[in-house]
Nanobody, 123 residues
């Protein structure tokens, strides 16, 4: 079964850290570029970070640069999002997504999505 399953979300105080994980199954993980998106209540889903299949290239939205790090372990079929110095405005449901072609921040190009994990940052 082709699927993405996110985990690692939770409640954290501002300035804290969380590490999200996204486990892939049912497809060739290393051949797919991976990304994280997020959606706050009442807002559209927005791009956070992306990483290519060979881990040689990453891309971040400006608001998380220097605070978030995307990485992947192709042996474990898992992509991660390390989130440091969290802010209340980072509160959202975080989704991972996969695409065999490099799409970067273009949300409509991603073919496979996880169910999301909630991140709540208190002030």
């Amino acid at each position: 079964q082709v699927r993405l399953v996110e985990s690692g979300g939770g409640l954290v105080q501002a300035g804290g850290s969380l590490r999200l994980s996204c486990k892939a199954s049912g497809f060739t993980f290393s051949s797919n570029h991976m990304a994280w998106f997020r959606q706050a209540p009442g807002e559209e889903r927005e791009f956070v970070a992306a990483i290519n299949g060979s881990e040689s290239s990453t891309y971040y939205t400006d608001s998380v640069k220097g605070r978030f790090t995307i990485s992947r372990d192709n042996a474990k079929n898992t992509v991660y999002l390390q989130m440091n110095s969290l802010k209340p405005e980072d509160t959202a449901v975080y989704y991972c997504a996969a695409d065999p072609s490099w799409s970067g921040p273009i949300i409509n190009d991603y073919e496979l999505w996880g169910q999301g994990t909630q991140v709540t940052v208190s002030s």
